[in-house]
């Protein structure tokens, strides 16, 4: 029997196919695969991740990740109002404990999920080649937060580039290395880490690079001032082509009691700021971390998901000697 040469159209961009054909020459779409539609409208014309009807951005898969190494884990998502996840996070064991980094796009930027893939999976790569070189944590958390700042910026563009977008890509950048006992963090911007202790008061590590963070340091305005204005949130430090005098933030703590270690971006700080708050959400941080982001990223969404929510957990358990054996006394 002849094939047939009847025409019919491509289910997503219209354009005449022939039977015996399993692709789209014109859109590259699998004749017998489903329609990918826009959950916005319903609609079929989707180019470059978007729709070309609403202009909605469609989902991929990042709008939930979830990550588990030994020693670490945690979850990014998308949360209930944005459209896309311009969050991003990335794990890496070194050579004496773990890292992990977390970055937020700036949503007034170009591609600003770029922006926070390329600087977490840069940073987090560099501390466990740094620390593997040898470098000391502090050091090593400076020069890591350097090439992510350096890979963010090369997604603008160089110098004279007439392509460099007026808002390129930027994002914020927080990476926690935990060595031996101790934790190093290194941060620009307003995402933030927080130490949890099993027993005792918690501590925010960071002071955000924010408008509100300025106002509060130099005393101009309380922290419940500062927090109700406009501008509270508006970063003064960030990465990116058109960013200035990169340098981060370290601070180095030594625990003498088991905790876990939490980053995490604003999505989850916006709803639970105190450090009290954060451990009472998720007692069993320290056993199960993973579930203590899922819970986390869950309590966020809960209460509002107004932005894209990452968090990562690292438990800590310093080293505890062994008691010294009683002393005796000298027989007679």
């Not at 970055?103 to 770029?114: M, N």
């Not at 307003?190 to 005393?219: F, N, V």
């Not at 451990?279 to 819970?295: F, Q, Y």
């Not at 986390?296 to 990562?312: C, H």
Request: charged share 20%; proline share 9%; net charge negative.
């Amino acid at each position: 029997m002849a094939a047939t040469t009847e025409e019919r159209a491509c289910p997503v961009c219209d354009l005449p196919v022939y039977p015996d054909e399993d692709y789209c020459e014109a859109c590259g779409h699998r004749l017998d695969a489903p329609v990918p539609r826009c959950p916005g409208c319903g609609g079929t014309a989707i180019s470059d991740g978007y729709c070309e009807q609403c202009g909605l951005r469609q989902p991929d898969g990042t709008d939930h990740v979830e990550l588990e190494i030994p020693g670490a884990a945690g979850v990014s998502d998308r949360g209930l109002r944005h459209s896309r996840n311009e969050d991003a996070m990335a794990l890496a064991a070194t050579t004496d404990g773990v890292a992990g980094v977390v970055c937020d796009g700036v949503s007034s930027s170009t591609r600003p999920e770029d922006a926070s893939r390329v600087a977490a999976d840069t940073g987090a790569a560099a501390l466990a080649e740094l620390r593997a070189a040898g470098q000391d944590p502090e050091s090593a958390t400076r020069t890591a937060a350097a090439r992510a700042a350096e890979a963010v910026a090369r997604l603008g563009g160089g110098d004279g580039d007439d392509t460099q977008p007026t808002e390129p890509p930027s994002c914020t950048y927080v990476s926690a290395l935990v060595h031996g006992d101790s934790v190093t963090v290194g941060w620009i911007g307003d995402s933030r880490a927080y130490w949890l202790p099993e027993s005792g008061e918690g501590a925010q590590l960071t002071e955000d690079d924010s408008w509100a963070g300025q106002m509060i340091a130099s005393g101009a305005l309380t922290e419940e001032e500062a927090e109700r204005h406009p501008n509270a949130h508006v970063i003064t430090a960030w990465l990116g082509a058109d960013a200035t005098d990169v340098e981060p933030h370290v601070r180095t703590l030594t625990p003498d009691t088991p905790g876990v270690l939490l980053v995490c971006s604003d999505g989850l700080w916006n709803y639970f700021p105190d450090p009290a708050r954060l451990a009472a959400a998720a007692p069993a941080a320290a056993s199960e971390p993973l579930e203590a982001a899922r819970t986390l990223t869950r309590l966020a969404n809960e209460a509002g998901g107004r932005d894209n929510i990452t968090v990562v957990v690292i438990p800590l358990r310093p080293h505890t000697p062994p008691p010294a054996p009683p002393t005796q006394e000298p027989s007679r």
